[in-house]
């Protein structure tokens, strides 16, 4: 069954960085594009990026632009999303989604001093 696996959330203080991954299993990963959400305390679940099935296409929220970049290993079935100058902003539970309806079960980013 299709199964996203994130990875790679923690705690950071404001201006680090992080690297989050999704890796996929069960269907034919590199077939489908591959989106970032998340979803803060008390607040509904918003858009973060998303990139294309072989990498060559990549859309950001606003509030990311300049800051975080998505990218794809389809060799491994992982998706990437490096994070950038963090702010307490970003602190929220992050998810991956896949073209075909799959999602993890998030990885939770908490950006404090």
């Known amino acids: 069954q299709v199964q996203l696996v994130e990875s790679g959330g923690g705690l950071v203080q404001p201006g680090g960085s992080l690297r989050l991954s999704c890796e996929g299993s069960?269907?034919?990963?590199?077939?489908?594009?591959v989106n970032w959400y998340r979803q803060a305390p008390g607040k509904e679940r918003e858009f973060v990026a998303s990139i294309g099935s072989v990498g060559r296409s990549t859309n950001y929220a606003d509030s990311v632009k300049g800051r975080f970049i998505i990218s794809r290993d389809n060799a491994k079935n992982t998706v990437y999303l490096r994070m950038n100058s963090l702010t307490p902003e970003d602190t929220a539970v992050y998810y991956c989604?896949?073209?075909?309806?799959?999602w993890g079960q998030g990885t939770q980013v908490t950006v404090s001093s």
């Open positions: 989604n896949s073209g075909n309806g799959g």
């Open positions: 069960g269907f034919i990963f590199s077939r489908y594009a």
